[in-house]
């Protein structure tokens, strides 16, 4: 099974401040990941997918990128509808495994 | 629009039995493998399974977690997955997504099983 490390697992920032959330496959995935973000009580969102593609309706303040086992997610400038959790997925091989989470608290 | 219902969710007993089942709309339901997500309360995400579509023989793969338990089926006629759960245990409280597999995924609202005496 591929492992998803993602890191950190909370963060505190501010509003406007640039995020980065990393994500680490156990082995090489190409280009076949997903980020969600979860509020509570809600499903999660798919902002990117194939790891840099923007889903159609999400901010661009929202980036992906990397490839092979490195990736990244990033928000420009922090909102305050951005505290949430986020979630790293890889669709390369079953099973589909997911990142523990990063949730974005405020500072 | 693609939109993914699940229902079926409710209170049971270990040991028992449920079945999910997950509505699609809004694309061609035949062509796709369909997956079953869920995530126990206060918990991250886990996959349980997916069924691939006809074109690649329907066939299915589970979590270590849920396998020779759990079930996925599909019924492209009516655009249904369905997650059959069996020998329910406490530790499968959780709510339960319907996704597209995909490049594109797509989720569904999910819906709530509790596995409780």
């Known amino acids: 099974d591929i492992q998803m490390t993602q890191s950190p697992s909370s963060l505190s920032a501010s509003v406007g401040d640039r995020v980065t959330i990393t994500c680490r496959a156990s082995q090489s995935i190409s280009t076949y990941l997903n980020w969600y973000q979860q509020k509570p009580g809600k499903a999660p969102k798919l902002l990117i997918y194939a790891a840099s593609s923007l889903q159609s309706g999400v901010p661009s303040r929202f980036s992906g990128s990397g490839s092979g086992t490195d990736f990244s997610l990033t928000i420009s400038s922090l909102q305050p509808e951005d505290f949430a959790t986020y979630y790293c997925?890889?669709?390369?091989?079953?099973?589909?495994?997911f990142g523990g989470g990063t949730k974005v608290e405020i500072k | 629009e693609v939109q993914l219902v699940e229902s079926g969710g409710g209170l049971v007993q270990p040991g028992r039995s449920l079945r999910l089942s997950c509505t699609a709309s809004g694309f061609t339901f035949g062509d796709y493998a369909m997956s079953w997500v869920r995530q126990a309360p206060g918990k991250g995400l886990e996959w349980v399974g997916f069924?691939?579509?006809?074109?690649?023989?329907?066939?299915?793969e589970y979590a270590a977690s849920v396998k020779g338990r759990f079930t996925i089926s599909r019924d492209d006629s009516k655009s249904i997955a369905y997650l059959q759960m069996n020998s329910l245990k406490t530790e499968d409280t959780a709510v339960y997504y319907c996704?597209?597999?995909?490049?594109?995924?797509?989720w569904g609202q999910g819906t709530l099983v509790t596995v409780s005496s």
């Open positions: 069924i691939r579509s006809k074109a690649y023989g329907a066939t299915t």
């Open positions: 997925q890889q669709s390369f091989s079953t099973p589909r495994t």
């Open positions: 996704t597209r597999d995909g490049s594109l995924p797509y």
